[in-house]
């Protein structure tokens, strides 16, 4: 597994993701190969596979963060907002390592729900959380530009 996980990080998910299916043959219940394949999954913008290869993990891993985070970005790539910002809520009432990411992914889901002024709050709770996040200050600054701020609009987008 380690060798997939190096790969992906390596930018190579194609092989990675040859690794991985490997391994899902062997270990078809392990959510840790199921987490690491919607990654490469998600890379190869291979959304629909990765949406329903974290629907599962989800299944397997109710109580854990990363995998509801990874699920909500997933049904956003799949036009399933709703279901989308029902994971990230359900990530973000879970203990996680990195807290901001799911913040974060949810200013992203405002974004493209259209709410522009619930996805600054978002971005602004993932600034408070890691000081100068990219991810959070390009979806604030989307959600400016919805506004029509284009000062603070084009600050955040660059």
């Given at each position: 597994m380690w060798k997939a996980y190096n790969l992906?990080?390596?930018e190579k998910p194609v092989d990675a993701e040859r690794v991985l299916n490997s391994l899902y043959n062997d270990h078809?219940?392990?959510?840790?190969v199921m987490g690491l394949l919607a990654q490469c999954q998600m890379k190869l913008e291979h959304?629909?596979?990765a949406y329903n290869t974290l629907r599962r993990c989800v299944e397997l891993l109710p109580?854990?963060?990363e995998p509801w985070n990874?699920?909500?970005?997933?049904c956003l790539h799949c036009g399933l907002l709703d279901e989308g910002e029902r994971a990230l809520k359900r990530a973000i009432g879970l203990e996680s390592k990195q807290p901001w990411a799911a913040v974060n992914n949810m200013?992203?889901?405002m974004v493209n729900q259209g709410e522009p002024l619930q996805a600054i709050?978002?971005?602004d709770k993932g600034l408070a959380l890691k000081a100068k996040n990219p991810e959070a200050m390009v979806s604030r600054g989307y959600a400016c530009l919805m506004l029509g701020r284009w000062k603070e609009g084009w600050e955040g987008y660059e």
């Amino acid at each position: 597994m380690w060798k997939a996980y190096n790969l992906i990080n390596e930018e190579k998910p194609v092989d990675a993701e040859r690794v991985l299916n490997s391994l899902y043959n062997d270990h078809p219940h392990d959510p840790r190969v199921m987490g690491l394949l919607a990654q490469c999954q998600m890379k190869l913008e291979h959304y629909g596979a990765a949406y329903n290869t974290l629907r599962r993990c989800v299944e397997l891993l109710p109580n854990k963060s990363e995998p509801w985070n990874n699920y909500g970005m997933a049904c956003l790539h799949c036009g399933l907002l709703d279901e989308g910002e029902r994971a990230l809520k359900r990530a973000i009432g879970l203990e996680s390592k990195q807290p901001w990411a799911a913040v974060n992914n949810m200013a992203l889901c405002m974004v493209n729900q259209g709410e522009p002024l619930q996805a600054i709050e978002w971005a602004d709770k993932g600034l408070a959380l890691k000081a100068k996040n990219p991810e959070a200050m390009v979806s604030r600054g989307y959600a400016c530009l919805m506004l029509g701020r284009w000062k603070e609009g084009w600050e955040g987008y660059e």
